[in-house]
Nanobody, 120 residues
Framework: VQLQASGGGLVQPRGSLRLSCAAS????????MGWYRQAPGKQREMVAG???????RYADSVKGRFTISRDNAGNTVYLQMNSLKFEDTAVYYC???????????????WGQGTLVTVSS
């Protein structure tokens, strides 16, 4: 079982980052994939999801700024983040999702997240 997010870093406000998450086939195949984040002192929250039919969903706070996509051949889900704000600072994780349980993740296992810090 593998969920490994990468691509985080330090970025200035209004900057961009592209996150990647490599998942094992047992998690990726046949499931939607979602991005979640946890800011310091806060609960983990849904950011975006992409279902197997191509449907996407976003948290209101990131609509128009973030774009989720998936590479089925590579078992990878991406999150393109533009116009980053201070409040986007968090550890970002990915997980499998389904329409039936959205926005809750399918698995309690979170794997390695990636830290995004938006700072001037």
């Amino acid at each position: 079982v593998q969920l490994q997010a990468s691509g985080g870093g330090l970025v200035q406000p209004r900057g961009s980052l592209r996150l990647s998450c490599a998942a094992s086939g047992s998690i990726f195949n046949g499931n939607g994939m979602g991005w979640y984040r946890q800011a310091p002192g806060k609960q983990r929250e849904m950011v975006a999801g992409i279902f197997t039919i191509g449907l996407t969903r976003y948290a209101d706070s990131v609509k128009g700024r973030f774009t989720i996509s998936r590479d089925n051949a590579g078992n990878t889900v991406y999150l393109q983040m533009n116009s980053l704000k201070f409040e986007d600072t968090a550890v970002y994780y990915c997980n499998a999702i389904s329409i039936a349980t959205w926005p809750e993740p399918l698995y309690s296992y979170w794997g390695q997240g990636t830290l995004v810090t938006v700072s001037s």
